[in-house]
């Protein structure tokens, strides 16, 4: 082999890993090269540690409200410290199936450096030179700090440096309005914190259908969050005490912590773009619908290359990155519409066309279908009957994709996302027995109501009715 390997990939990180482990079993020689730490934003900084906070101050919640359901116990006593060692601990358990010891027992070679292409089939990491056929670039995003006059001479926090915290701020302000802001936002005022949210935008979640956003933001406020809406920063100062003040909407918020979560940027400086003729921008690295860059042996997947940033969708694009630059044919590998989840209490997870794109694209051939949780017998006894399940259809019945709002609304989503990428129709949803009492029974109901009401209308309708009598 002219090379010294078949493929070399920059990046460990969802994208990264998903990619070297399928190339491994095709039988190719892989390099995996990371400057940090193998397991990406995931694993360190992001999906991990964000859902294991979550959970404990979901527990903190549940203690603090139980007396609804009868079982009393008080106010909470949090140990913020110990949160976060478990939150380590989780992290470490979750690490060791992807250190770089798991890896190389896989046949992958790790390499630990930071890598910078020389030309298009080398790179240089530390003093050693590797060649591959093939690169795969999943360098990832990192958090984006937005040019706010004095944040600059200002601590702050991002969801990087947030898991480095021994201390809980007793008054948290968050600026941004997306999910790590609302998710990071609802779980410190559940722990002890007081919250206040400001977003320039007049509502948070603006990727999500309107009634979610409303449905969160009243969740937030019932838990004590503070939303401040239309309020762009103007300025941040901090005070000689530590205290800082945000200017925001022509009105101060005073607090002791402050945490930036305004979007991420992609990691594109530093690894050598230019000398390989890479084309790239701020944006991220230029691919076509096949993740291939403008140089046709180096590809690139994950939030790299902009647009959707989920490990998810990143983890498919790795994959689909591999098979697309080694094995015959090739897949279109950038959907418009992946699933996505928000982890706030209640969840707010999604899949497929909103309502609003389903009505630019498909016009009046669009249907809405929507159950309140408060008709799911589950939601009902488990005490968790805010939110509901919106589904998207045509005429014909074809399911264009769905919101589901409530407790475990990820996991309740995941038939949607089938029948949606799959092109299934309502009246399949609706055959397909779930178990009761679930959350699954509740999609069944709302598809049964649409399927049925379909039969029902017009010609077909007076038929069966006829047919009936």
């Known amino acids: 082999m002219p090379f010294d390997y078949n493929l070399a990939i920059i990046g460990a990180g969802s994208a990264g890993l998903t990619a070297a482990r399928f190339?491994?079993?095709?039988?190719?020689?892989?390099?995996?090269?990371e400057a940090n730490r193998v397991g990406g934003d995931c694993t360190w900084t992001g999906c991990v540690p964000s859902k294991a906070l979550l959970h404990a101050a979901r527990v903190a919640h549940t203690i603090r409200t139980g007396g609804t359901l009868g079982v009393r116990a008080g106010e909470p006593e949090v140990d913020f410290p110990a949160v976060m060692r478990r939150i380590r601990n989780v992290i470490e358990e979750i690490y060791a199936a992807e250190s770089p010891d798991a890896l190389r027992a896989e046949g992958i070679g790790v390499i630990e450096g930071r890598a910078r292409f020389e030309d298009a089939h080398t790179v240089a990491v530390g003093d050693r030179s590797i060649s591959a056929k093939y690169f795969l670039i999943c360098t990832g995003a990192s958090p984006f700090v937005p040019p706010i006059p004095g944040l600059s001479e200002t601590p702050y926090l991002t969801y990087e440096n947030f898991w480095r915290l021994e201390s809980l701020p007793q008054r948290l302000i968050v600026i941004g309005g997306g999910p790590i802001g609302c998710e990071l936002a609802q779980a410190c005022q559940r722990l002890g914190s007081s919250v206040t949210l400001v977003e320039a935008l007049d509502r948070i979640l603006p990727n999500d259908e309107p009634e979610a956003a409303r449905t969160v933001a009243e969740a937030l406020r019932r838990d004590g969050v503070d939303l401040r809406f239309g309020a762009p920063v103007e300025s941040v100062r901090s005070g000689e005490e530590g205290g800082i003040t945000v200017s925001a909407g022509g009105e101060d918020v005073e607090g002791d912590g402050l945490l930036v979560a305004v979007g991420r940027r992609a990691n594109v400086d530093g690894i050598g773009l230019e000398k390989a003729g890479i084309e790239h921008s701020r944006a991220g690295?230029?691919?076509?619908?096949?993740?291939?860059?403008?140089?046709?042996?180096?590809?690139?997947?994950?939030?790299?290359v902009g647009g959707f940033q989920f490990t998810h969708y990143a983890g498919y694009q790795g994959a689909m990155a591999v098979r697309?630059?080694?094995?015959?044919?090739?897949?279109?590998?950038?959907?418009?519409?992946p699933p996505w989840a928000t982890f706030t209490d209640p969840e707010v997870a999604h899949?497929?066309?909103?309502?609003?794109?389903?009505?630019?694209?498909?016009?009046?051939?669009v249907r809405?279908?929507?159950?309140?949780?408060?008709?799911v017998d589950?939601?009902?006894t488990d005490d968790a009957d805010e939110g509901f399940i919106k589904v998207v259809s045509r005429d014909?019945?074809?399911?264009?994709?769905?919101?589901?709002?409530?407790r475990n609304a990820a996991e309740a989503l995941q038939g949607w996302a089938i029948a949606g990428q799959h092109g299934l129709k309502m009246g399949d949803v609706a055959r397909a027995m779930q178990a009761y009492p679930s959350l699954g029974t509740g999609n069944q109901q709302v598809a049964w109501d649409a399927y049925v009401d379909g039969l029902t209308r017009g010609f077909m309708g007076r038929?069966?009715?006829?047919?009936?009598?």
């Not at 497929?352 to 016009?363: D, I």
């Open 23 to 33: 190339a491994t079993r095709l039988g190719k020689r892989v390099a995996l090269i």
């Open 285 to 304: 690295i230029t691919v076509d619908d096949y993740l291939r860059t403008s140089v046709k042996n180096i590809y690139a997947a994950g939030d790299c």
């Open 324 to 337: 697309n630059m080694l094995l015959p044919g090739r897949s279109r590998a950038r959907p418009e519409h």
């Open 351 to 365: 899949s497929g066309y909103t309502e609003k794109q389903a009505r630019e694209q498909f016009g009046g051939n």
């Open 368 to 375: 809405v279908s929507t159950l309140p949780m408060e008709s």
């Open 378 to 380: 589950r939601a009902v």
């Open 396 to 406: 014909n019945g074809t399911v264009l994709g769905a919101t589901v709002v409530g």
């Open 463 to 469: 038929l069966l009715r006829w047919l009936a009598r």
